[in-house]
């Protein structure tokens, strides 16, 4: 638990320092420092009982809700949260692994680490498009009814 | 019938918008949906926007004479999300309440006068970001501080290779040679006992793990085009890291033997 509450700690820091890369200010700052704990905090609980690739899911599900949640409040789009709350996500490691294993000249294990690492892209953007998809749904909806039902304007998807 | 500005203007302060958003990192569906809203908004019969990561091409449709087409190519990219919520606010804005065309550009100047985090503000923060990631992949306390050392002269690099025009691909293979270089001569000099970890920590500035997210989503969403483009942007720049931190991990191998 203390091992978790660290990496948690160490990962609001790491996404902080990435939204000042992302030239996030003020109050969005703090906000998408806290979405990079959310992320890593969901990813360390799920992780310990789930497996790699749902702990991605379920992490960057959590952390779309969270982003969606504060855009919602704080009338901000929600990339200013999610961007730099999934970097802890990111799998520079797979990378990493990947070229590691080539340069060694073991080519089934780069393959191998080369799908791992396609398959964590691919959890996380999955885990952020149903809970972005989700969202604009709901929220097209309720500009439809706001308007009476007909509206040209947001007809599009 | 426009109000406010004339046809021509309103379709060049549209395009401006979307141009604006996309350049500082907007998702694709945001920069058309502003445009295509900002035109009808203002009173436009049909807006028609297509945008990928490198252009823009809009044609609105005044009335049953009047139609106006341009296209917008986008050279340069970054992330400037502070500047993506300034210009998300202005079009909510001029959607509910048009303004005129010197308003207008007026406003814009205003958003691009915002304040940036300054040039050593950002080598910290890319410090930070190497350091805090080798403590969040399981380094020790001096091999954070060597990753931080890393990622502060990794982004004086690459700011130094930005004002040179220096094509991406080899921005990041140089950052990827500097990272294992100073990685492993680092823990040769005594910064702790694991360079994986510190280069692992140090790449993460560079990985273009937003952009691979993006480009999952628009495909997701139906831009096609925008996805395919923004995924092999993102191929490249991690084959790039990938390859740069390979040259000296190689050639330790040629000289030791061993790894």
Redesign the interface.
């Known amino acids: 638990m203390g091992a978790i509450l660290h990496q948690t700690a160490a990962s609001f820091f790491a996404s902080l320092c990435f939204a000042v890369l992302f030239q996030v200010r003020g109050r969005n700052l703090v906000c998408a420092a806290a979405a990079g704990g959310v992320c890593w905090l969901v990813y360390a609980v799920s992780g310990a009982g789930l497996g790699e690739l749902p702990a991605y899911f379920l992490a960057a599900v959590a952390t779309t809700i969270y982003a969606e949640f504060f855009a919602r409040v704080l009338r901000t789009p929600a990339i200013v949260y999610l961007a730099a709350g999934v970097i802890p996500l990111v799998p520079g490691g797979g990378i990493y692994r990947t070229m590691l294993f080539c340069i060694r000249g073991a080519p089934e294990e780069a393959l191998s680490a080369c799908i791992n690492t396609i398959g964590i892209a691919g959890a996380m953007a999955m885990g952020i498009v149903i809970v972005s998809s989700f969202v604009r749904m709901l929220s097209h909806q309720q500009i439809i009814k706001f308007q009476g039902g007909s509206s040209h304007a947001i007809s599009r998807k | 019938m426009i109000t406010c500005m004339t046809s021509a203007e309103l379709l060049s302060c549209a395009l401006l918008l979307g141009r604006r958003l996309l350049e500082c ?3 694709i ?2 920069v ?2 502003s445009i ?2 900002m035109c ?2 203002y009173g436009a019969q ?1 807006a028609d926007v297509y945008a990928v990561p490198t252009a823009i091409i809009a044609t609105i449709r005044i009335d049953e004479e009047e139609i106006l087409t341009q296209t917008s190519r986008i050279k340069q990219r970054g ?7 300034a210009l ?2 202005l079009c909510r804005a001029v959607c509910t309440c048009p303004v005129s065309y010197g308003q207008f550009q007026k406003d814009m100047q205003q958003i691009e006068a915002r ?3 300054s040039k050593q ?2 080598y ?6 190497a350091a ?2 080798t ?3 399981g380094g020790s306390f001096t091999e954070g501080l060597l990753a931080f050392i890393i990622g502060f002269l990794l982004q004086i690099l690459v700011s130094y290779t930005e004002r040179l025009y220096m094509h991406a691909l080899f921005t990041n293979l140089l950052g990827g040679v500097w990272i294992s270089l100073a990685a492993l001569l680092g823990i040769a000099v005594g910064f702790g006992h694991n360079y ?1 970890v510190v ?3 140090s ?3 560079l ?1 273009p ?2 952009l ?2 993006n480009s ?2 628009d495909m ?3 831009d096609f085009m925008a996805g395919i483009s923004r995924f092999s942007e993102a191929l490249l720049i ?1 084959a790039g ?3 740069g ?2 040259i000296p ?2 050639m330790r ?1 040629l000289l030791l033997g061993v ?1």
């Open positions: 990192g907007a998702e569906y945001r058309e949906e295509e809203r009808l908004s049909s992330t400037d999300l502070d500047k993506v919520a998300n606010g304040p940036q985090y503000v950002q910290f923060a890319c410090g930070g970001v805090f990631f403590l969040l992949f994986d280069i692992i920590g790449i993460m500035p990985v793990g937003l691979m997210t999952i989503r997701i969403a139906g991690a890291i990938a390859a931190a390979a991990l190689g191998t790894f």
